[in-house]
């Protein structure tokens, strides 16, 4: 089976072995050493020295700690969108009651840094920009670089939501000044749902100081604490952890730079295959997506039904369009434990159960 969608992503078998590991006492040595271990290498991923938190999460909780832990109802907010995710960020941060700017792009277009720069210019109260990395919904890449370093041309917080892209595709958190940055587990990590990552600047700690947003569970500080003794406030997800150990050993053994320059020439097949095929990519070929690509069916053909077809047929899972986009495209995953073999594998098939569709170029 190929399940090539946006995460949750394909579990290595190292990895897979490594989750059926007897429970151990999350009080205890063992887990002690585990959890100092995985947070060191996680910051190495990270490209970061700022504290890396380990929640039990998926990415939408660690994105609601994003805001919870650095704001406070009525603080202004710019909320840079050009997707799903980028709504979903705004719509976390109004609904704990910040006061939301949202600076929405085309769906498939890039952010564009300038026009960020004008919203933040004409608006010196705004405290916090939200940025989405990867947008899952459309494949668009957001310069992650040149919006966090526009908006700390005007000393905002940055928080990044880097769900589907950290791991994948280059994010330098401290050389690029992002204060905040999320990822979840079941993207390009390699491992089930059920942890997402957070990395805090001592900037944004400053800021959580007089942060008045209501939180619980998510309180970050109570969880820097307890990472003190090499614990979790709460129980943690111990499988993920044994999992995450086996995945961090994988990725920093490949090496950062090589994961990144795989994704880079596995989207790129993915993409040139598509296109010889005759079909449209839905984003801007400039900023696609390393980890997600967005196609168009051809005319008169269903995306959903091409799917099915697929699953059917091929055992090719692919994830069908968001929102908007639902019944109008179709999308292929292809982060994490993805290698050459399988996108070609996958474009094969989707080729033949296009030409069953009756479509040929
Ligand atoms: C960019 C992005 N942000 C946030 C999320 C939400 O993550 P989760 O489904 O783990 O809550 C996703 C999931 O696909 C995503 O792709």
């Not at 939408?60 to 799903?84: H, Q, R, W, Y």
């Not at 000044?177 to 491992?191: F, G, H, L, P, R």
Request: hydrophobic share 40%; glycine share 8%; with cysteine.
């Amino acid at each position: 089976m190929q399940l090539r969608i946006p995460g949750p992503t394909p579990c290595p078998p190292d990895v897979l072995q490594s989750l059926s590991k007897q429970m151990i006492n999350h009080r205890g040595k063992e887990f002690h050493e585990l959890i100092q271990k995985v947070t060191g290498q996680l910051k190495n991923v990270f490209q970061t020295k700022n504290d890396v938190l380990i929640l039990a999460s998926v990415g939408t909780g660690c994105m609601e700690a994003a805001i919870v832990n650095f704001l406070s109802p009525g603080d202004k907010v710019l909320s840079v969108t050009n997707g799903v995710f980028g709504n979903r960020f705004a719509d976390i941060a109004q609904q704990f009651g910040a006061d939301v700017q949202r600076l929405s792009f085309e769906w498939g277009k890039p952010d564009d840094p300038d026009t960020v720069r004008k919203a933040l210019k004409a608006n010196p109260a705004i405290k916090a920009v939200l940025i989405t990395q990867n947008e899952s919904s459309t494949g668009v890449c957001n310069d992650v670089k040149a919006l966090a370093s526009v908006a700390k041309e005007y000393n905002k917080l940055v928080l990044v939501d880097a769900v589907s892209g950290l791991g994948a595709i280059d994010l330098k958190t401290d050389a690029w000044n992002c204060d905040v940055v999320v990822t979840a587990s079941q993207k390009a990590w390699m491992i089930p749902p059920g942890i997402a990552m957070i990395s805090i600047s001592p900037e944004a700690w400053i800021a959580n100081n007089s942060a008045k947003m209501p939180r619980y569970y998510f309180d970050l500080k109570r969880v820097k604490k307890s990472l003190e003794i090499n614990e979790t406030p709460f129980t943690p997800a111990i499988t993920n952890f044994y999992g995450l150990d086996v995945a961090l050993n994988m990725m920093l053994k490949e090496g950062i730079e090589n994961i990144f320059s795989r994704h880079t020439r596995i989207g790129k097949l993915t993409r040139q295959g598509v296109k010889e095929m005759g079909l449209s990519l839905f984003a801007d070929e400039s900023s696609a997506s390393n980890t997600v690509t967005a196609i168009y069916p051809p005319e008169g053909i269903n995306p959903d039904t091409l799917r099915r077809v697929l699953r059917e047929k091929y055992q090719v899972i692919l994830s069908g369009g968001q929102q908007d986009l639902s019944g109008k495209i179709f999308r292929i995953g292809h982060l994490g434990w993805v290698n050459d073999d399988d996108i070609k594998v996958t474009l094969k098939a989707l080729k033949e159960a296009l030409s069953e569709s009756g479509f040929n170029k």
